[in-house]
């Protein structure tokens, strides 16, 4: 049938009656779907689940029931078609059914029938016997289906289900077991065993258990997920040998236990062992008997018995001594107090006070922490923890807290009953100890995994004894003011109240980017920009910043929300107090710190962590922003230094190192008290013409205006005395050497000018003031005019060696066109950079530093010392008059020839027997130099055998040509400077 036809059938189907179509075994199909291409099943069951929606529904109910769930059969298909298949699956309603043990014990008592009812009485009397038994291992409800159940032993009975559902396929295994053909299933059990009225009744134990599912459930363990497990306990028992019957039975028994095992009461338990094994025939009738089975297996290292669990595990082997290491472990630790144990144990996650952090959006956490008050440690200045929970190990009260004051909230929380948790924390510590020395040890991995699972199991039982001692009826104590807490609620809401108490004023920061103790990458670069943009352009709407970032976010939450940046007056803005009044408080409490500072200066990392302190408590992410717009605003009156050094403009740099190190920066208030300093302030800033924003300049703003100007005077004009009044010397280093300015201002100053210091409780002379004024003004002008001065030195020196009058201007000039006319014509190094330095297009002054920079042997005027400067004329002479005399001979080789000529210059001085000495400057030019090579070559090369050499003919020439000098009759003075001035 196709699908219409079959939607079709359905239809009439319901026409008449309802109908319910109820598809078994719908796995199937589902893995029919799942391997094919085409719509399959699923597409025709959507159909039908449609025909039983909206308002003309069929009278139709669709039940599919397959052992797994829907989405489990297409997980290895496509991830387009896995959509469509949750189309399909979206119409119907899962009702998963999976059967509880006590369903399948009572399945598997109902599937036995007894034929004769003289079993009867001896199962009764088996059961009624070990009553106690049963009360005693926790089973008193399997007492009436383990008489019914025998002869399966109760813990055959009590382990099916669960091995079924585990490693097997629940119902089917199950029933196989209990009515199945296989020689190790439960019918061929009672083929084989025999039993007489006055017998002892053959039960089927754990051991057949184990031999079946080993034998015919092969296939359904390898899939399993705990099948490792299984392997494990396997492997161990096929690979050992030589065993006795009894062992087997006991190792068996112990394994299938371990595989139902998760910590309960079905566990291999000495007490289990007893009764799962004892009253058997083959030689385990007395616990006593188990017990020694039980040594025997424990010595052979096949079983382990774990102490702390009260439990049997099968053993895979090794070489590492566990119980020496753990009975050494125990030993370290029994001399541990009870807080040593429980904080070596255990580690205590820190808590956080959820609602007062969603609601200040400042993350508020606690850390906790157990205590015997004896050497109690709170670190108050770790900026990771908000508070502390100290979870008390003695029954006394906090003695040890008396009389100290916490700025931070510290919550003690006594116990009224600490025995249950000394046992838990004792065999924790002690195991976690032992692993420890395990692994430094390098044990194998099999008592590594041991002491693993040992270690865990120990801590879980340690946590839920910390559970149920530190409890909601302990005594919950706010150390801060002794206030008694109610516990009624859960620790985090606790914590809230706590918060909401000692940090009281702290405000909402709407950006949890900022709000943080350590910025991310993102947030770091988004608070750079904002404090670069707040720098930049104050008086913008957002500082100029553009779009919605998240620096645009940032701006949001800390200035345009609390009102720190707003319009002031019409269009303008600019930074003012907060409007929001937690804000302002926080505003205030900068502007406290900072207006406190008049006799010492203020740290700014103490200004954070006031900040960070109750009752505030920021986070320092923020503390930059604040601190920086608060400078901003307070410019006027709060003077900035760094490492020392007062810091006369924020800039990016400066706040950029403020963001990253404020402890660093310390700031002092600068504001005057008193008319006398008051009418310094006014007098000095008309006299230097200082002006501020505002229009009143501060003191703040005549310190800065004359440090800025000391500042940017050159090195000379800092350290030379040449020409400089002793007065002027005095204030230079006055400002050189000055740590306050206030102090150098009103105090230093005055008396390098002789005058009495400006007190703040004196009367004002306006006289001495306007001298003072006046005097510093004059001071000033005379350092600006200092570097002016030695230019002007320069200059004049320079002319007087080139032989050159007029202006800077004219002077520069008339050199530029005589060192065009040399300009590679000139070979002497330093007469050529000399010429170049002349030649070269600059601005007048740039034109006088850099020639003054080249005859100096390159060091800039700017720089000089007094000795540099005193040494310059007569470098400027030297290299001056060389300049001149090469100009002399260049002026004759033009006259002499029509076309000039690269010429060599040299000069030569002549030293007489009688002590006379002549100088020449002798030049020839590259053409000269070829015409006399044509007859000097040869006759050096006459010469040379003569003498020996070529160096030693070139030399007698030389000799030669001096005594025929000597011999011309000497030029006049007068006439040889006739000469040099009409060249010039």
């Not at 079959?6 to 109908?19: E, G, Y």
């Not at 080993?214 to 997920?225: F, N, R």
């Not at 065999?427 to 590594?448: G, I």
Request: some cysteine; glycine content about 6%; overall charge negative.
């Amino acid at each position: 049938m196709t699908t219409s036809e079959i939607l079709d059938t359905v239809r009439k189907l319901c026409a008449v009656h309802p109908v319910a179509l109820v598809v078994d075994e719908f796995g199937k199909n589902l893995e029919a779907y799942t391997s094919s291409n085409d719509q399959g099943d699923p597409y025709l069951l959507q159909e039908l689940a449609e025909l039983t929606q909206g308002e003309s529904a069929l009278p139709l109910i669709v039940i599919t029931m397959q052992h797994l769930a829907f989405d489990d059969y297409v997980q290895e298909t496509s991830a387009a078609r896995r959509r469509e298949w949750a189309k399909v699956q979206g119409r119907f309603h899962d009702i998963p059914f999976i059967e509880t043990p006590e369903q399948s014990r009572r399945l598997i008592v109902a599937s036995l029938e007894r034929r004769a009812k003289k079993l009867d009485a001896p199962a009764r009397k088996w059961v009624h016997d070990r009553k106690q038994v049963f009360e005693d291992l926790g089973l008193r409800g399997m007492m009436g289906e383990s008489q019914q159940g025998i002869p399966l032993h109760p813990l055959t009975l009590a382990v099916l289900p669960d091995l079924c559902t585990r490693y097997g396929q629940n119902e089917r295994t199950l029933f196989s077991f209990m009515a199945g053909s296989e020689p190790l299933a439960v019918p061929a059990f009672l083929d084989e065993a025999e039993w007489q009225a006055n017998e002892q009744l053959p039960l089927l134990g754990l051991d057949r258990v184990y031999d079946y599912f080993l034998e015919s459930a092969t296939t359904m363990i390898g899939v399993s997920d705990t099948a490792s497990r299984w392997l494990e306990i396997e492997t161990r028992i096929r690979d050992t040998a030589g065993l006795l019957s009894t062992q087997l039975r006991a190792l068996k028994s112990i394994g299938v236990l371990n595989l139902v095992s998760s910590g309960g009461k079905i566990r291999a338990s000495r007490a289990m062992l007893h009764f799962c094994l004892s009253g058997s025939s083959d030689g385990m009738q007395s616990p006593e008997e188990v017990d020694a089975v039980l040594n025997s297996l424990e010595e052979s290292g096949l079983v382990v018995y774990r102490t702390f669990s009260d439990e049997y595990r099968v053993w895979q082997g090794s070489d590492y001594d566990l119980r020496r290491a753990t009975e050494s472990a125990r030993r370290q630790c029994a001399d541990l107090d009870l807080a040593s144990l429980l904080n070596s144990a255990t580690v205590l996650d820190p808590i956080v006070a959820s609602r007062h952090s969603q609601r200040r959006g400042v993350l508020r956490v606690f850390q906790q922490q157990f205590t015997d008050f004896e050497e109690l440690e709170i670190e108050e200045a770790d900026d990771n923890w908000d508070g502390f929970v100290l979870y008390a190990t003695v029954d006394s009260p906090p003695i040890a807290l008396e009389g100290r004051d916490f700025s931070k909230p510290v919550i003690v929380v006594t116990p009224s009953d600490l025995e249950a948790v000394r046992e838990a924390a004792y065999e924790a510590a002690s195991l976690q100890l032992a692993l420890k020395a395990a692994e430094s040890e390098k044990a194998d991995w099999v008592a590594t995994r041991e002491l693993v699972e040992r270690t865990a199991t120990a801590q879980q039982r340690l946590r839920n004894a910390v559970a149920r001692t530190w409890t909601q009826e302990s005594t919950w104590t706010l150390v801060n003011n002794g206030a008694q807490l109610s516990a009624s609620s859960s620790i985090s809401a606790l914590l809230s109240d706590v918060s909401d108490m000692v940090y009281s004023a702290t405000p909402r920061v709407a950006n949890e980017m900022i709000a943080r103790r350590e910025l991310t990458s993102q947030g770091a670069k988004a608070r750079r920009i904002l404090i670069e943009a707040l720098l930049q352009a104050p008086e913008r709407p957002q500082f100029g910043l553009e779009g919605y970032g998240p620096e645009r976010a940032i701006y949001e939450a800390l200035y345009r929300t609390p009102g720190v940046h707003r319009r002031l007056d019409g269009e303008r803005w600019g930074l003012s107090v907060p409007k929001d009044p937690e804000w302002r408080y926080v505003w205030e409490t900068i502007e406290r710190s900072f207006r406190s500072a008049t006799d010492r200066r203020v740290n700014l990392q103490d200004v954070c962590k006031t900040l960070a302190a109750p009752p505030i408590g920021l986070k320092a992410g923020v503390f930059p922003v604040l601190i920086v717009t608060c400078l901003i605003h307070m410019d006027d009156e709060i003077a900035l230094y760094e490492h020392g050094s007062l810091v006369l403009h924020i800039d990016d740099a400066v706040a950029e190192r403020l963001v990253r190190n404020p402890g660093h920066f310390t700031a002092r208030n600068t504001g005057i008290h008193g008319e006398n300093r008051g009418m310094v302030v006014r007098t000095l800033a008309e006299r230097l013409q200082v002006t501020s924003a505002s229009g009143n300049p501060t003191f703040l703003n005549i310190a800065t205006a004359l440090f800025r100007e000391l500042r940017i005077l050159p090195p000379y004009s800092l350290k030379t005395k040449k020409g400089i009044s002793p007065v002027a010397i005095s204030v230079r280093e006055a400002f050189q050497t000055a740590v306050e300015p206030d102090v150098l201002l009103f105090e230093t100053l005055p008396a390098s000018f002789g005058l009495a210091p400006f007190l703040p409780d004196e009367e004002a002379d306006p006289d001495t003031i306007e001298e003072y004024a006046n005097s510093l003004a004059e001071v000033i002008l005379e350092l600006r005019r200092a570097y002016d001065t030695l230019l002007d030195e320069v200059l004049q020196h320079l002319a007087d060696a080139t032989s050159v009058v007029g202006s800077l201007s004219e002077v520069q000039k008339r050199l530029a066109g005589q060192a065009e006319e040399l300009d590679g014509r000139v070979l002497e190094p330093r007469l050529k950079s000399f010429v170049t330095a002349l030649s070269r297009p600059l601005e007048d002054k740039d034109w006088l530093e850099n020639v003054a920079m080249v005859v100096a042997g390159g060091q800039p005027p700017r720089s000089w010392t007094d000795e540099v400067a005193h040494s310059f004329p007569l470098k400027a002479a030297e290299v001056g008059g060389t300049m001149r005399r090469t100009q002399a001979l260049l002026y004759e080789r033009l006259a002499a020839s029509a076309e000039a000529d690269r010429f060599t210059s040299s000069r030569v001085t002549m030293t007489f027997p009688d002590g006379r000495e002549q100088t020449h400057l002798v030049a020839v030019t590259d053409r000269e130099k070829q015409t006399i090579d044509e007859y000097l070559e040869p006759l050096i090369a006459e010469l040379e055998p003569v003498f020996g050499s070529r160096t030693a003919a070139c030399r007698m020439l030389l000799a030669r040509l001096v005594l025929e000098d000597e011999a011309r009759p000497e030029t006049p003075a007068s006439e040889t400077k006739r000469k040099e001035a009409g060249h010039a």
